[in-house]
């Protein structure tokens, strides 16, 4: 199967907002969905746009997403982007996608002068824990908050194991 991973266009929003919504569900926090097209429209294309996209497009399939923005480490002083959100429908894990569309928001990073990307887990998604621990991601405190800094960093950036 063809896999591209491209830049989120305007007419990809009801397929990302329906992704996003099974995600939630997924992670068991479907009350809190509630974002809607205009508010990501406005977000990721309008004026003052600050977030930023990926689509996993498989031909017929948009088979998931992922939302990044700019971020900063104060106590370190380094730039990078914040991974708010990434997901894989079910069918589509497992075959080196997720690693795939983490090394190109490395690659979008690090053109930009960019040292790292910080992101969030919860706990118990202990599947992603351990998917994020194997590319060499970081974490300073309780599994939650993790970060790929460093070596593991450029690898992702490089494509790269």
Do not use: W
Not at 62 to 73: K, V
Not at 117 to 134: E, P, T, W
């Amino acid at each position: 199967m063809q896999v591209t991973i491209r830049e989120m266009k305007p007419g990809d929003l009801p397929a990302v907002l329906e992704l996003l919504r099974e995600f939630a569900e997924f992670e068991k926090l479907v009350q809190f969905c509630t974002a809607t097209e205009d508010r990501f429209h406005r977000a990721i294309f309008g004026e003052e746009a600050f977030v930023e996209g990926l689509i996993i497009d498989c031909g017929q399939t948009i088979a998931g997403c992922a939302l990044f923005y700019p971020c900063f480490s104060s106590f370190r002083g380094e730039r990078g982007l914040y991974l708010e959100d990434i997901y894989l429908k079910p069918g589509f894990r497992g075959g080196g996608t997720g690693k795939r569309v983490i090394s190109e928001i490395a690659r979008i990073a690090s053109e930009r002068g960019y040292e790292r990307i910080d992101f969030q887990v919860l706990d118990r998604n202990k599947d992603a824990i351990g998917f994020y621990r194997s590319l060499g991601a970081e974490s300073n405190d309780d599994e939650t908050h993790f970060k790929f800094a460093g070596e593991a960093f450029r690898r992702l950036a490089n494509g790269q194991s």
